[in-house]
């Protein structure tokens, strides 16, 4: 099959979460498996240019159609570790990505709905015809709607959409303007409570809900979550909607990519180590201390990698850290906030805390230290208060770090608890608590440190469990690729 991406994120490149991720490692599953796969990806002033090759002007002249005229737009192209990847580079005075940041902008509907114009018009002019086009997020929510509306009868009518919703609360609440703008015009159409229209907003459009309606397959990213947003208020509305296209709608549990998160061989990590001899793990643990200047005591480390936004529980991010520190474990957290006031909060606190042989706080995004502070953390904490799916538990098992979860979404389908689990003693691989409040986080870290001090052989047998498990893209890959064949024109 032939599959194109079309995404505002795709790791390392420009990466701000688990989107980027999933991007990646899907795309290269996908390529794994036989299948021809390209991205195509806003240009950003941004992105980490180091990590592309060959970065080149593919298409020259594309002018896209905005408004009543058009916009001059080159798209590049480059490899991003070997994934084929486009660049749409629009040359108009809004310089929508050149903006410094990827999201925050008041314009970002504009800015995202011209992306999604313009990915079209780039494979409509450039003859490419794939099989499927898998779009993510509201983001690039516009593009099943522009393809079944109006570049159908351009000649892309055997083109279907599968959309991936990573997080129900971002959905794209736009305006009319939008559709002035890519043309798609007639808002009595479009605004139908039916189609595109907010189900609680009569003068706005919701472009997550339309992608759901116009789509040929839409999919959240565990089977947990499916389920939570359609019976739950964790489809932040869109529940409804779900339900009238339930048979078009699934989870499938996102992987990690095993090349980038392999301990036996990641170059961002001094040790190297595997599920039969994790020992070398312990040398890791020594260098994250030197690196964060932790005090070398009998201790395990327990550590917060992610953003600090609400939906991660913030206060009981902040809860475990006292409460790691006050028995007997040092904790590491690595995270920032798009929110100042909470990013102002946790500088605070790291001031205060400064002087704290037993913790850090680093608050900034920081790749490559990602990977050290899970080779060398014991325990990884997600206390989140809801999550579609979590990358972080699972790089954390893949990395030797037990993790303790909170029971929603991904992290429910991916972690299963070591004293009251459903599964057999041997397949259970951390800790889970359900309720969202300092008791239960609590309850589960008082457990796990309990079994780190008084039964070391325990714990080993516990984390090699979880180094075993495969959270790969190979599973993952293979639903995909059933529903691509499922909705493509054969
Ligand atoms: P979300 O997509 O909601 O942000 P996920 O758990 O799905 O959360 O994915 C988070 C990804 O981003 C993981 O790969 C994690 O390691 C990475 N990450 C998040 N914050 C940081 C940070 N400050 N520095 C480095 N990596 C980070």
């Known amino acids: 099959m032939y599959v194109v991406m079309v995404a505002a994120e795709c790791s390392p490149v420009a990466k ?27 240009k950003y002033d941004c992105m980490r240019y180091d990590q592309i090759w060959d970065l080149h002007p593919s298409y020259h002249d594309l002018w896209v159609p905005w408004y009543g005229g058009a916009i001059h737009t080159t798209v590049w192209f480059g490899f991003v570790h070997g994934r084929k990847c486009y660049f749409v580079d629009p040359h108009s005075r809004d310089s929508f990505f050149n903006r410094r940041r990827y999201y925050g902008h008041d314009d970002d509907p504009m800015r995202f709905a011209f992306f999604c ?6 494979l409509l002019k450039s003859g490419k015809r794939p099989d499927v086009i898998h779009t993510h997020d509201w983001q690039t929510a516009l593009v099943p709607p522009l393809l079944f509306e109006m570049y159908a009868r351009g000649g892309m009518h055997r083109q279907r959409v599968v959309h991936t919703i990573h997080n129900f609360k971002h959905q794209g609440i736009v305006s009319e303007e939008i559709l002035w703008a890519t043309g798609l015009g007639r808002p009595e159409h479009f605004f139908a409570k039916d189609r595109m229209g907010d189900d609680f907003n009569p003068t706005a459009m919701n472009l997550t809900k339309g992608a759901i309606l116009y789509s040929n397959f839409v999919t959240t990213v565990s089977p947990r979550h499916a389920w939570e947003t359609r019976f739950t208020e964790q489809g932040f509305g869109l529940g409804h909607a779900l339900h009238c296209h339930q048979s078009k709608y699934g989870g499938v549990l996102n992987g990690i990519d095993y090349d980038t998160w392999n301990p036996q061989t990641d170059w961002h990590i001094p040790h190297h180590y595997d599920a039969r001899e994790p020992q070398a793990k312990y040398g890791n643990k020594e260098a994250l201390r030197d690196r964060l200047w932790i005090r070398k005591e009998y201790k395990p480390i327990i550590s917060y990698v992610g953003r600090l936004d609400p939906q991660k529980g ?21 995270g920032e906030s798009p929110d100042s006031a909470i990013n102002d909060y946790f500088f605070h606190l790291k001031y205060h805390l ?18 050290l502070v899970y080779a060398g953390s014991d325990m990884v904490i997600v206390p989140s208060l809801y999550e579609p799916c979590g990358l972080t538990q699972m790089i954390g098992l893949r990395y030797g770090a037990v993790p303790i979860v909170r029971s929603v979404g991904g992290l429910a389908d991916s972690v299963d608890d070591r004293d009251y689990g459903w599964k057999p003693s041997h397949e259970r691989n951390g800790y889970v608590f359900h309720d969202a409040d ?3 986080v609590m309850s589960a870290m008082n457990r796990a440190i ?4 008084d039964y070391p052989h325990e714990w080993r047998r516990l984390m090699q469990q979880g180094m075993y498990y495969d959270y790969s893209w190979n599973y993952p890959g293979h639903h ?11």
Not at 16 to 32: H, T
Not at 117 to 122: D, G, I, N, S, T
């Open 117 to 122: 114009k313009a990915a079209l018009e780039f």
């Open 438 to 440: 300092y008791g239960g």
């Open 314 to 334: 913030v206060h009981l991010i902040r809860h475990a850290l006292f409460h790691a520190i006050g028995n007997g474990a040092q904790f590491v957290l690595l």
């Open 450 to 453: 309990g079994l780190w001090y």
């Open 354 to 371: 400064n002087d704290n042989p037993d913790c850090h706080l680093e608050l900034r995004f920081d790749e490559d230290l990602s990977h």
């Open 480 to 490: 995909y690729m059933n529903i691509y064949d499922y909705v493509r024109d054969k």
């Open 16 to 42: 701000v979460g688990g989107l980027a991720d999933v991007v990646f490692g899907l795309a290269r599953e996908a390529e794994l498996r036989g299948h021809a796969v390209e991205v195509i990806l806003p």
